[in-house]
């Protein structure tokens, strides 16, 4: 049921961080570069969006993506803009990502779930994985049914819950490395416990079972510190990513 193995890996640059992972270094790689594109940072404007859609737009939303870090994850959006069925998504993270855009009118890293929610009509359902316990209860009383949480705490005891339907709706993957925890991961942002391994276990479970459009993953370490701490986070980044694309083209 996999299908992402004939579809092309895609690595998005906005902050130059890829240039330090070797696993982007491979040149069957395909590479687009939004690092000219401004306001892109944590908020996207509409500009950025429509400029960002126009440089994926013959791409479609099939295959494997990698967005640069957390601050870009509202890029999930405008590849799953292109679904033209109805899907599922399903969203490892740390975060719910459904939190009302602090700047109005403009998506967000924090907001682009929620908006999806709401704008995108082939959206059936949200699937969160590895949140910490009780992230879900907000969420769940403002869009009831919609969404399903599944924290970290699960995970941790072999408790993932399937959906009953299972395969009825094909899904969309995204992955903000954030999940996992620091020994898997170096990352912007406050990050959860799950394990790499976890991971790669709970993806060969959806790849056996679902239709999968298509996958993304942010969550990259942010350019700015020293060029130790830089190589070394890219270094074991360059691994999480690896081993994800590995079991997404197994």
Not at 117 to 139: D, Q, S
Not at 176 to 193: H, I, R
Request: aromatic content about 8%.
């Amino acid at each position: 049921m996999n299908e992402l193995q004939s579809r092309p890996v895609v690595v998005m640059n906005f902050s130059g961080i890829y240039r330090w992972e070797p696993f982007a270094l491979d040149k069957r790689l395909t590479h687009i570069d939004c690092s000219d594109i401004s306001g892109t940072d944590g908020y996207c404007t509409r500009e950025a969006a429509q400029k960002i859609t126009k440089r994926i737009s013959k791409l479609g939303p099939e295959g494997i993506h990698f967005i640069d870090n957390g601050n870009y994850h509202y890029v999930t959006k405008l590849w799953t803009n292109m679904i033209h069925e109805p899907f599922r998504l399903i969203l490892f993270d740390h975060h719910t990502d459904m939190q009302p855009s602090k700047i109005p009118g403009l998506l967000s890293c924090g907001s682009w779930v929620r908006e999806m929610l709401i704008h995108n009509k082939n959206l059936r359902e949200v699937l969160v994985l590895g949140t910490p316990a009780g992230a879900e209860r907000k969420a769940t009383q403002e869009w009831g049914n919609r969404v399903l949480f599944d924290d970290e705490e699960l995970i941790h005891r072999h408790q993932i819950r399937a959906p009953k339907d299972a395969g009825r709706l094909p899904v969309y993957v995204s992955i903000d490395k954030d999940v996992l925890s620091t020994k898997d991961a170096e990352t912007n942002w406050d990050q959860g416990k799950v394990t790499l391994a976890e991971l790669k276990t709970i993806l060969g479970d959806i790849f056996s079972r679902e239709r999968v459009i298509g996958l993304d993953v942010c969550g990259e370490y942010d350019l700015g510190h020293s060029l130790f701490e830089e190589k070394q986070a890219a270094d074991i980044d360059s691994h999480a990513n690896e081993t994800i694309l590995k079991e997404a083209v197994m």
